[in-house]
């Protein structure tokens, strides 16, 4: 009878125990059941822009399948493709970007990981010259559609030979008669080397800056002396015989009779960069009349006044043909050609010059 007491009495705590167990167990498994059929939430970036998004893959690998996005073996992707996912992860994509690099006369296209111009270089094996030029620059931020452009900046020294124009120079000289001339001494061009500061870019001239000038042959002026004391008249009243046919004028140690004479004549002077031409455009360097213009020889003129093709002497600058015209060339205005844009500047504005018109042939 004991026994089935005590029998009777653990039995009771049993019950009481297991009914207490339950109670406690149903609502947890219920409760763990149903986070486990709850969405992971993720963060996930892609090429540097998030988002957090709800999931229930079980992997980084079906994350990925799951929004239809592809991995190759240029992409960076953190973590691994086989991790298990947990609620509050982050997912980081990084894919590889083709950008075209224009450089040496090439374009390169370049797989990258890198979001911005060094670093697309860098990874591409270009390296630059102290002087390269590259466009957009070294710290740009770029997008898929970014091109970028390397330009080969080159300084180099030339020389040039170049001719010095001589002048010619008319000195009064009482001992003469008006209306006769004298040549003193021979005009003759003078040489010399200009040495050129050049810089290129892929091989075209963008600039060059004038650095010295040395005189190989000094050039001599043409000095004509001008008769200024009067004409005596003979004993009939008549006057004396002149010496130079009438209309005939000696200039540059040669004579000639000249179509017309320009008086008030205002001279300016322009280069290749100032012929409103970009530098590597065919006409670059191009008169109107479709050859290369030279300095000592080409001149800019309006062709009412002075036809193209024809040959002038100018005092104080020598003989020059016109070759070219300008939009601000008109009337008795002449524009000279020069080397440069400095020899420009340096020759300025020259007022009330005379102007000896030719015609088609060089005396």
Known sequence: MELRRMWERYKNRGLVLFGTLALILVPMIGYFSAQATQPKMVTFTLDGKSQTVGTKADTVEQFLAE???????????????????????????????????????????????????AGVLKDGNIALGELDRVEPALGT?????????????????????????????RKNDSTLTKGNT??????????????????????????????????????KDHVVAVGTAAVARLDDGSQ??????????????????????????????????????PVNSPGYGRTATGVKAQAGHTIAVDPKVIPLGWWVFIDGVGYRRAEDV???VRGNKIDVFVSTNAEAVQFGRKRNRTVYVIGPQKP
């Open 67 to 117: 929004r239809n996005v592809t991995v190759t073996e240029r992409d960076s992707l953190q973590p691994t493709p086989e991790t298990k996912l947990t609620s509050g992860i982050y997912i980081t994509l990084d894919t590889s970007w083709t950008i075209p690099v224009q450089v040496d006369g090439q374009k390169k296209m370049i797989h990258t990981l890198s979001r911005d111009v």
């Open 326 to 328: 300008g939009g601000a």
């Open 141 to 169: 931020a770029l997008s898929k559609e970014s091109a970028i452009q390397v330009k080969r900046v080159a300084v180099q020294m030339v020389q040039e030979e170049e001719r010095v124009t001589f002048q010619e120079i």
């Open 240 to 277: 004396p015989v002149m010496v130079a046919s009438a209309g005939m004028v000696s200039r540059g140690g040669k004579a000639f009779r000249p179509k017309k004479v320009l008086n008030g004549v205002t001279l300016t002077a322009y280069s290749p960069a100032g012929g409103g031409k």
């Open 182 to 219: 004298k040549v003193l001494q021979n005009g003759q061009e003078g040489k010399a080397i200009a040495h050129y500061k050049l810089v290129t870019e892929d091989g075209v001239e963008v600039s060059r800056e004038l650095v010295k000038r040395d005189v190989i042959t000094v050039k």
